[in-house]
């Protein structure tokens, strides 16, 4: 009996110990990926800003850093309302309702404000974090810094405005000419005809 006792003891301490393990090792998968996440966020030329529902900064990538200016120690814990313009301020309010809906915002492009007020062109992604319950408990947010991309699409604007207003001048001169042309071919023409109606007087 006692052996029986002492080896399905033996069999719960192994049965425990394999189940520890196997936690152990799920565990450690699992901040391993924790881990490599940060790093790749870290590591991101993209500003990986995290804030919580009401707008309060709790993370703040290199990339955040790069892009905005600010340095993370600036910016935890206040409002992300800084990055806004004065005259965007309604897209604060706008863009934190859809995401307590559980709405995605993705490729929104806008301005937002550097560190000294400069203004940035960026393309966001919003997306609700939830938490174990399905509760939406924060946000994310990615920005990539578009403004060169603005900068010359806006010059290119430019060049084809400039290009078809100067094909505008050069149609406007050839029609111009054109007309010219036409008149003074059509008084020569008149001119001779003038000519040919007036009768000789040694013939007469």
Do not use: C, M
């Amino acid at each position: 009996g006692f052996l029986l006792i002492l080896t399905g003891g033996t069999a719960k301490l192994q049965a425990i110990n394999t189940d520890l393990e196997k936690e152990i090792t799920e565990r450690k998968r699992a901040e391993d990926a924790v881990t490599q996440l940060a790093a790749i966020v870290e590591s991101s030329d993209d500003a990986i800003v995290g804030t919580t529902l009401e707008g309060a900064i709790t993370s703040w990538n290199k990339g955040a850093e790069i892009v905005y200016g600010y340095s993370a120690e600036e910016v935890t814990g206040r409002s992300v309302s800084i990055l806004y313009p004065p005259d965007r301020l309604d897209e604060l309010q706008r863009l934190r309702g859809k995401l307590k809906q559980g709405e995605p915002v993705a490729q929104y492009e806008t301005i937002r404000v550097r560190k000294g007020r400069a203004q940035v062109h960026v393309s966001l992604t919003l997306s609700p974090i939830k938490d174990a319950t399905g509760k939406i408990t924060a946000v994310a947010t990615i920005a990539r810094d578009i403004t060169e991309r603005k900068r010359a699409e806006s010059e290119l604007q430019r060049l084809q405005q400039l290009a078809a207003a100067r094909e505008r001048t050069r149609l406007a001169r050839d029609l111009h000419d054109n007309v010219l042309q036409s008149l003074a071919v059509a008084g020569l023409n008149l001119e001779a005809a003038i000519q040919g109606l007036k009768v000789d007087p040694k013939v007469a």
